[in-house]
């Protein structure tokens, strides 16, 4: 610090600053070791904290291996999806049905006469009535041309919400259309219309005849018809095209009349995506620990490298654990598939995969396993397991839920290194506090010594002054 007693050498001529910076670098090296401390401990805990995350995610990756769920996803086949497509849930039965689509639900539109210069637009209160429920709307036609006046007349229709949406159409020059249609297919969604009070809207627009009868029906309202497996007298009748409630488990949305055969199978290829998203997270792990515990040494300059986590006993159980766990067996699975490696789970080959602890997935080889043994695998992974017999999944998940939960070890690890960071904090703060004064103690001292010196120099110059006086007086 050159502070406010620095001096700068005015006496002596030292470059005090130079001085007092090269003593405090001294002085400061017991500080520079702490921060390094610090800094070691802030990389272990970060390769904790990071460590922690990819383990949360092969726990999540484990669990979905070893849920009851992922061995009873099931996966619809459409012969055409151009006349419908339909999804599955667990609860469908394994089976196929033949549909024919005799028929679309469509929603009612009507439209009304072509609307010119000539035709009157008149104000007043219709009723719109949908399933039973009724609403009246109040129209109000505003604008100069009957064009904007249509169009104003069908915005207040929008704007009110009665299930039903209202468009204009320009057909030619000075020539409109006006359809109502009903939001919802179905017969129970057709239109009802009236003119309330007297008004006469929906009459001057055509859509009622003089009768107050609909005048021109655009598309009529009809349900869905499907026959089932060649039942030509129950056929299913729906008002919408999508249908959830005809087959259990399954819901199916109508796209064209015709024949169609959907069939109901188990998702093996939603299996294998679960171990492929296993391996990627075990390998994920396992290059992170590989990262983080090796020691390097570099030849040429003599000097060695080492991971944030070198030599930690704490790592190193956890990958003993994992990789040991890979290797267990259930009891009651067939000895065919009885361990992963056998199905196509396995470690990575050859000398350096092995040094690796990666995995490899034999795709092919688990889709022969699980096509012939099915039920074992399942038990194996843990999604079929009956009394105390756990999947190796299950033990694996289970196993990771303890070192990544609240109270695991990881959490002890990171609080620990936290600890240690904060003790380190408050004593770099004590020894920062420390050297300042240190600092100002020896700007001080020189201070002093400048000031003792400037004295001195003053009284020197002082007595030779005198002694040259003296002289002078002598030799006259």
Do not use: C
């Not at 040094?355 to 043994?373: I, M, T, V, W």
Request: aromatic share 6%; no cysteine.
């Amino acid at each position: 610090m050159s502070g406010t007693l620095a001096i700068g050498g005015i006496a002596s001529g030292f470059d005090t600053d130079s001085i007092v910076r090269a003593i405090m670098s001294q002085e400061r090296q017991p500080l520079t070791k702490l921060e390094s401390q610090k800094s070691t401990l802030k990389a272990r805990s970060d390769a904790w904290r990071e460590l922690n995350s990819r383990l949360y995610k092969l726990k999540d990756a484990a669990y979905n291996l070893q849920s009851f769920m992922a061995f009873r996803a099931q996966k619809v086949t459409v012969s055409d999806e151009e006349k419908l497509t339909a999804t599955a849930t667990a609860e469908a039965l394994l089976s196929s049905y033949q549909l024919n689509v005799k028929s679309l639900a469509k929603a009612h539109s009507v439209a009304s006469n072509v609307i010119n210069e000539t035709t009157t637009l008149s104000g007043g209160k219709i009723q719109i009535t949908i399933n039973g429920e009724s609403k009246e709307i109040e129209i109000n036609p505003e604008g100069s041309t009957n064009e904007e006046r249509l169009t104003s007349l069908a915005r207040q229709i929008n704007q009110a919400q009665a299930g039903v949406t209202a468009s204009v159409v320009k057909l030619g020059e000075d020539a409109y259309r006006l359809y109502l249609n009903s939001k919802e297919t179905g017969v129970a969604n057709q239109l009802v219309l009236s003119d309330v009070e007297g008004g006469s809207v929906l009459s001057d627009l055509g859509v009622l005849d003089e009768n107050g009868a609909i005048a021109h029906e655009a598309q009529a309202a009809t349900d869905a018809e499907i026959e089932i497996n060649g039942d030509t007298v129950n056929v299913a009748k729906r008002s919408t095209n999508q249908i959830s409630d005809l087959i259990p488990g399954i819901t199916i949305t109508l796209k064209e009349e015709g024949t169609v055969t959907l069939g109901v199978e188990l998702d093996q290829d939603k299996i294998v995506e679960n171990v492929k998203a296993f391996v990627d997270a075990y390998n994920a792990v396992a290059d992170y620990i590989n990262q983080h515990k090796k020691f390097s040494y570099d030849e040429a300059t003599q000097t060695g490298t080492k991971g944030a986590l070198f030599g930690d006993s704490a790592l190193m159980s956890i990958e003993s654990q994992l990789r040991g766990l890979l290797l267990e067996t259930v009891e009651g699975v067939d000895q065919s598939v009885g361990l992963l490696s056998v199905i196509g789970i396995k470690g990575a080959s050859g000398v350096e995969g092995a040094k690796s602890g990666r995995l490899e997935f034999d795709q092919e080889l688990f889709k022969a396993k699980l096509e012939a043994n099915f039920d074992d695998i399942a038990k194996l992974f843990g999604a079929a397991t009956s009394g105390e017999t756990k999947g190796v999944f299950t033990r694996i998940h289970d196993a990771l839920f303890d070192w990544t939960s609240s109270d695991g070890i990881l959490k002890l690890k990171t609080d620990t290194l936290q600890r240690q960071m904060s003790e380190l904090d408050k004593q770099v703060a004590a020894m920062e506090d420390r050297l300042a004064k240190r600092e100002e103690y020896y700007y001080t001292k020189f201070a002093a010594m400048e000031k003792a010196l400037a004295s001195m120099q003053s009284q020197s110059a002082w007595l030779s002054a005198q002694l040259s006086a003296f002289s002078s007086m002598g030799k006259k």
